[in-house]
């Protein structure tokens, strides 16, 4: 199994809601990541997970809450989004964050299109 | 400045010809480079990655990598018109995070 797997693909929420968005990978990654992507742009960097620990928050709102319950699993729950939150929201993985730079290639799920009304 | 730069594009090429893409980072300790392709409406695809002073080569792609002019460049050859995408340049940092250029929109014309 060599698949990032993101749920759902396609999210359309109010400002008041609350939801989560799921990443799963089986292959063993101790590193995994989310990404924000809006159109036309590149992926930005909002939070990394290493051993299953919190490593790095690229200073985002408290709205989002990351949650990595397993290696395998990793959650980022939504709470009073504004409708600039809209975007792609990428889940990615990496094989070991403690082995030298070489091993970082990152392996994207599909990630979720999240619309805020 | 930007951590890492691209052009944005787009770059237009006929099919057939080499396409040439282009980076530049800031972070003169960075040690990995990967070159991305994105199609519109799904998640990046890793192509290449290299980590020394040369050039690498799979099939039709070759990238190239300068550190010392801190560069890093990425060439399809015999382009098709499936290749058309947006290509994101992403680099390792020192801080050992990956961070993306704005990303090359590539097309290729039959």
Not at chain 2, 4 to 26: F, R
Not at chain 2, 49 to 56: E, Q, R
Request: glycine share 6%; charged share 20%.
């Amino acid at each position: 199994d060599t698949e990032v797997t993101q749920t759902p693909k396609h999210l359309v929420m109010g400002m008041t809601n609350k939801k989560s968005l799921k990443c799963e990978q089986h292959m063993g990654h101790r590193a995994m990541y989310w990404y924000k992507q809006k159109a036309k742009k590149p992926p930005e960097l909002m939070f990394v997970y290493s051993y299953e620990k919190l490593s790095i928050n690229e200073s985002v709102p408290s709205r989002f809450s990351p949650e990595c319950p397993n290696s395998s699993l990793l959650n980022l729950h939504l709470h009073a989004l504004q409708p600039e939150d809209s975007a792609l929201y990428l889940c990615a993985s990496s094989q070991d964050p403690d082995t030298s730079l070489s091993n970082e290639k990152l392996f994207f799920g599909s990630g979720t299109q999240l619309s805020v009304l | 400045q930007k951590e890492v730069e691209q052009n944005s594009g787009p770059l237009s090429v006929p099919e057939g010809a080499i396409a040439s893409l282009n980076c530049t980072y800031s972070d003169r300790g960075s040690q990995s480079f990967f070159w991305y392709r994105q199609y519109s409406g799904k998640s990046p695809e890793l192509i290449m990655f290299i980590y020394s002073n040369g050039d690498k080569e799979d099939g039709r792609f070759t990238a190239q990598l300068n550190k010392a002019s801190q560069y890093v460049s990425l060439l399809i050859r015999d382009s098709q018109p499936s290749d058309s995408a947006t290509y994101l340049c992403a680099v390792i940092s020192r801080n050992n995070d990956m961070r993306f250029g704005a990303g090359t929109r590539l097309t290729v014309k039959p």
